[in-house]
């Protein structure tokens, strides 16, 4: 427009017109973003909050649509929502919706607003959700780990390297190396969250708006730490999905590496895991056979969130800033290894809450004597025997592989392991888990709570 002359007034009557083109099934995004219905209904009653204080709607525009967005909400949620492909998305079905319901008022909702900071804000709710239950998920399993530690505290074990039998710990040890592993997962999917945790929100399609908004406020009403800093990168920031799915592609491969463990122990080699029903199927061919396939199904899903990854991080990669077409291919990578991984956490806490060690296989592979030449040459340590020379020594046979010199081979080698972390110190390890556990149980509250709350306000408690 230029300066002097007045913008024709359009009548509030006038119907919304959206864009039908040929493609528009190729262009549509509706089958996989309506899963994010309910973090964009909350976000649009936040946003339409904000446009009542700061004076763009009157409390009963505020009131109308609000009440229709949360109609909209019950129907979603009972499942009759009619959903229409030829309306794109997740936030076109819901504003037309919304406006077909209440009328010519229903457009007042996106003042100041675009799909662009809608989405990347619709996203940040959804992560935080995810984080949720895929943290429960985990935590259950980290439960399980240190309740079978615990059990299996002084079972010993062979401790392999190079899948050779090295030197004696405990089965509790060896299952709490695993623990710490997923431990460290949690932790990056808590600051994965801790980092998300701020509103694109009022960033628009990417320069802000004219008009008087407050960013702050729709922030603070769906639990976020603050504002973006630039409405840019707001648009364009896609390093919450990208963290996440980098987080879950790193669990899965922790989790392979249990399946796998779970696969070979249940062989007749190994014969350390007994063969039930717990570990899957049987052969359809052979009677004998009792198969590891929940194991090898938790190996051979890591493939798949792998490669959610390489497709996020190759549709980012080259993009210009601000928002671009090919953002909306950020969605199905990062639901699917989202669900991938749900599912997959949850057969392998059955598996490993019902597996049945069997311990006197366990604790024969533990009776090799050769686990104990590394205690012989540093039992010759403690004579002042320099330790290459001890090491080449009971290497080559003219040292006796006999920790103690004369003294028997006592029970429990790997009790005198009692380095700190070492399988002999297992009590204080196995107290430092709990406590663990217990702090991470309190995150996962505070986000649940969080959820909960963007949960309210579509439900209307949080009025
Ligand atoms: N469906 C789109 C997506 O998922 C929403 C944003 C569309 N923005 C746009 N300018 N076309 O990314």
């Known amino acids: 427009m230029s300066g002097s002359e007045p913008m024709p007034v359009p009548s509030a009557a006038d119907p919304p017109r959206y864009v039908r083109t040929p493609t528009i099934r190729f262009l549509a995004s509706i089958d996989v973003d309506r899963a994010l219905a309910r973090a964009d209904l909350a976000g649009s009653i936040a946003h339409a909050e904000m446009l009542e204080r700061v004076g763009l709607l009157t409390a009963d525009?505020?009131?109308?649509?609000?009440?229709?967005?949360?109609?909209?909400?019950?129907?979603?949620?009972?499942?009759?929502f009619a959903w229409e492909p030829d309306l794109e998305d997740v936030h076109t079905n819901i504003e037309v919706a919304l406006t077909r319901r209440i009328g010519p008022i229903g457009g007042k909702l996106h003042t100041a607003r675009s799909r662009n900071d809608q989405i990347a804000l619709d996203e940040r709710l959804y992560l935080r959700a995810a984080v949720r239950d895929l943290a429960g998920a985990l935590l259950r399993i980290e439960e399980i780990l240190l309740r079978r530690s615990v059990e299996e505290a002084r079972t010993a074990f062979a401790g392999y390297t190079h899948l050779q039998r090295a030197q004696p710990i405990t089965l509790g040890h060896h299952l709490l190396a695993h623990f710490w592993r997923l431990d460290r997962d949690l932790d990056?999917?808590?600051?994965?969250?801790?980092?998300?945790?701020?509103?694109?929100?009022?960033?628009?399609?990417?320069?802000?708006?004219?008009?008087?908004?407050?960013?702050?406020g729709p922030a603070a009403r769906l639990g976020f730490d603050r504002p973006f800093e630039n409405s840019?990168?707001?648009?364009?920031?896609?390093?919450?999905?990208?963290?996440?799915?980098?987080?879950?592609?790193l669990l899965a491969v922790h989790l392979s590496s249990i399946g796998e463990e779970l696969v070979l122990w249940s062989?007749?080699?190994?014969?350390?895991?007994?063969?039930?029903?717990?570990?899957?199927g049987g052969s359809s061919l052979m009677p004998q056979k009792q198969n590891p396939d929940v194991p090898e199904l938790v190996r051979a899903r890591a493939a798949r969130v792998v490669g959610d990854l390489v497709a996020l991080?190759?549709?980012?990669?080259?993009?210009?800033?601000?928002?671009?077409?090919?953002?909306?291919?950020?969605?199905?990578?990062?639901?699917?290894?989202?669900?991938?991984?749900?599912?997959?956490?949850?057969?392998?806490?059955?598996?490993?809450?019902g597996i049945e060690f069997?311990?006197?296989?366990?604790?024969?592979?533990?009776?090799?004597?050769?686990?104990?030449?590394?205690?012989?040459?540093?039992?010759?340590?403690t004579r002042g025997v320099p330790f290459r020379r001890a090491h080449e020594a009971v290497g080559s046979g003219t040292a006796e592989v006999d920790p103690a010199g004369r003294a028997p081979i006592p029970v429990e080698p790997f009790a005198r392991r009692s380095s700190p972390g070492a399988p002999g110190a297992i009590d204080a390890q196995i107290a430092l888990a709990?406590?663990?556990?217990?702090?991470?149980?309190?995150?996962?509250?505070?986000?649940?709570?969080?959820?909960?709350?963007?949960?309210?306000?579509?439900?209307?408690?949080?009025?």
Do not use: H
């Open 61 to 80: 525009e505020r009131a109308a649509i609000v009440g229709g967005l949360r109609s909209i909400g019950r129907e979603i949620a009972e499942g009759t």
């Open 188 to 216: 990056r999917l808590y600051a994965t969250a801790r980092r998300a945790n701020v509103s694109p929100l009022g960033a628009g399609a990417l320069a802000g708006s004219t008009l008087p908004i407050d960013p702050t």
């Open 232 to 249: 840019v990168d707001a648009v364009s920031d896609r390093d919450p999905f990208a963290e996440l799915v980098f987080d879950l592609a």
């Open 267 to 280: 062989s007749a080699e190994f014969g350390f895991i007994r063969p039930t029903p717990v570990l899957g």
């Open 313 to 353: 991080l190759t549709m980012l990669k080259g993009l210009p800033l601000a928002y671009d077409r090919d953002l909306q291919e950020d969605k199905g990578p990062t639901f699917r290894a989202v669900a991938t991984t749900l599912e997959t956490l949850g057969a392998l806490a059955a598996v490993l809450d």
């Open 358 to 381: 069997d311990r006197e296989r366990i604790r024969a592979a533990a009776r090799d004597p050769q686990l104990l030449a590394t205690d012989a040459a540093e039992a010759l340590v």
């Open 434 to 463: 709990r406590t663990r556990l217990a702090s991470r149980a309190e995150s996962l509250s505070s986000i649940a709570r969080l959820v909960a709350a963007v949960d309210e306000l579509v439900e209307e408690k949080g009025t």
